[in-house]
């Protein structure tokens, strides 16, 4: 991934969105297996599922999408050729055969994934999914007009960086993707990519109907694949209706399991409101649930006095890690002793505080999460303890030619109650002048905020950053921040720490070999604590999920690979 959202960015820092988080453990099972009606509630097919969100789910085509394992709501319309295992905590991290038989069958040196279809797949109109469909909804992904996907089939697919899409390609579509017969799909890679089968995730991976394919106008009725298909888009997925696909087959689609028979999406809704809404119950929203809005601090300490309440909250972790960034061009944040001295001075506790608790956050001391799938190692390079070493931090500063401490400027976002927001600044601030260290506060809005982080020549020395997953793997989360090859100079530059060390990119690479998923996971925790002794960064704090349903939400799945409920899991009666 990326950033989170707007409203992650809330949901994690209020209590974030897409991130909140807390420290080295699992999620909490029980909150996700306790909310909605207990463990005991038995799911029936029926009834309508209402979804109150803050963020409308727009551009709902599957070119333009780009959502973790393909999404919440999308992925009730879109199958792809593999998908995320429906299992709560840890299990939910793993990657399972959707359309496809399989996860894939790498050749030798994984650069050619092949996949076969199941039998019986339709679409919405009864009419076979055919290989070629697929083929075509990546190659459809490439176009500008329908732009906004993950961008890794650019970078990963032969040919992929000139290929401009079907609209421009007259006819001959992209030849690194085969279709030998109706069942049958090869992809030709650039380079190993044993993480091919999360990609294919993705939605840019679910089939499009050449004949059906209406360009930019798709979005507001795509074809559906899955088990409920899309009877209303207003106002660009504000208000969403989805209906049951009767020509979906149960027996070709393990993962989704359809209880409502409608589902009806509404956006645009404040955080508030969402959550007084689903605390209510009255009429439609006990059957209601969210997929984008936490509950905040407050809103926990009442939950707190109210058992039958609290027993409605599912709490779950989504792979996300929000640190301080360093620019090492800018002085004096080049010699590495000052951003060790910094390390050792941050007051975690007082981090996690400012952003709701330690119910809405878990301390960092590395940057992956700490989750099995990620390929987590522990350890502190820099041990701050409970409030920051001060003692140790000065004693680096004298080192590092400042005896009498230093003044420097952090860089946050204007956004309170955020991950990256001005209490994090504060707290910060407060910690880094025991050791001596006298913190400017800069504040930015939203959107200067980011242009700024990202921009090569505009990047300030110290700054609040956040990163999280595409797909519970080290990799998609260490190779954009600290691979020296993804250093972006004209655009979106992620690697801000501008990190080149070629026995970094040389073990991405190795590791990226691996189809052996479970042996490359501990080379990406080996990595994770190799980088760290560099110092380029200041792991924080992870975020925690915590979501109330409806009093008559039942069957709630929250996997460690999204952190937040399920909806094709969900049951109304």
């Known amino acids: 991934m990326r950033q989170m959202s707007g409203n992650v960015a809330r949901a994690a820092a209020i209590a974030v969105v897409l991130a909140v988080g807390a420290v080295a453990c699992g999620p909490d099972d029980s909150g996700a297996k306790n909310a909605g009606g207990g463990s005991d509630a038995k799911p029936q097919k029926g009834g309508t599922l209402s979804v ?37 905590g840890a299990e939910g991290t793993k990657v399972v055969p959707d359309l496809a038989t399989d996860t894939g069958k790498p050749n030798a040196d994984a650069t050619v994934w092949t996949y076969t279809l199941k039998d019986g797949l339709k679409y919405e109109d009864g009419s076979p999914i055919t290989t070629a469909d697929i083929k075509y909804g990546i190659e459809r992904s490439f176009a500008a007009e329908l732009s906004g996907g993950a961008p890794y089939l650019r970078d990963w697919l032969v040919g992929g960086d000139k290929y401009e899409g079907p609209y421009k390609d007259g006819g001959k ?39 059906k394919d209406t360009g930019t ?20 997925g504000e208000h969403l209706v989805l209906e049951r696909n009767t020509n979906w087959s149960e027996a070709t689609d393990a993962e989704r399991k359809a209880y409502p028979d409608t589902i009806d999406v509404r956006s645009g809704l404040d955080a508030s409101v969402i959550n007084q809404r689903l605390s209510a119950s009255q009429g439609p929203d006990a059957a209601a649930v969210t997929t984008d809005t936490n509950l905040g601090p407050a809103e926990l300490a ?104 230093l003044t420097v400027t952090l860089t946050h976002t204007n956004a309170k109650g955020g991950p990256k927001g001005p209490e994090v600044a504060t707290a910060l601030q407060d910690a880094l002048k025991k050791a001596g260290i006298t913190v400017k506060l800069q504040g930015l809005e939203a959107n200067d905020y980011n242009d700024t982080i990202q921009s090569v020549d505009k990047e300030p020395g110290f700054f609040l ?17 600290f691979d020296g090859r993804q250093i972006v100079k004209d655009g979106a530059n992620f690697n801000t720490g501008f990190l080149d060390d070629p026995a970094v990119n040389k073990e991405v690479d190795e590791i990226n070999k691996l189809t052996d998923l479970a042996a490359a996971a501990p080379r990406w925790g080996a990595l994770d604590k190799k980088i760290g002794e560099q110092a380029v960064v200041v792991p924080l704090f992870h975020p925690v999920y915590k979501r109330l349903v409806g009093k008559d939400v039942k069957n709630v799945v929250i996997s460690d690979w999204t952190g937040v409920l399920d909806v094709s899991q969900v049951a109304v009666k």
């Open 52 to 88: 109150l969100n803050n963020e409308p789910q727009t551009d709902f085509d599957p070119a333009r999408l780009y959502t973790s394992g393909g999404g919440n709501v999308p992925s009730l319309v879109f199958r792809t050729l593999t998908t995320r295992n429906r299992e709560a």
């Open 173 to 211: 579509g992209l030849a690194s993707i085969e279709t030998p017969d109706a069942k049958t799909i090869v992809f030709h890679l650039n380079k190993p990519e044993g993480e091919f089968p999360y990609l294919a995730t993705q939605t840019q991976f679910a089939p499009v109907p050449k004949a």
């Open 217 to 236: 106008k798709y979005e507001s009725h795509p074809v559906s694949s899955g088990p409920y298909k899309v009877v209303k888009n207003e106002s660009d």
């Open 302 to 405: 009442k939950i707190g006095g109210d058992k039958a309440l609290a027993g409605r909250v599912g709490t779950g972790h989504f792979g996300y890690t929000n640190y301080i960034g360093f620019n090492p061009k800018v002085k004096p944040f080049d010699d590495p002793k000052v951003r060790q001295a910094i390390a050792y001075a941050v007051d975690r506790s007082s981090v996690v505080n400012a952003v709701g608790g330690s119910s809405l956050a878990e301390p960092a001391t590395t940057f992956l999460p700490n989750q099995k799938a990620f390929g987590y190692t522990e350890f502190d390079h820099f041990p701050a303890g409970a409030s920051g070493n001060a003692a140790k931090a000065k004693e680096l500063l004298k080192e590092a030619g400042h005896p009498d401490g």
């Open 465 to 481: 950053r956040g990163w999280g997953a595409d797909w519970p793997s080290g990799g998609p989360f260490l190779a954009p921040i």
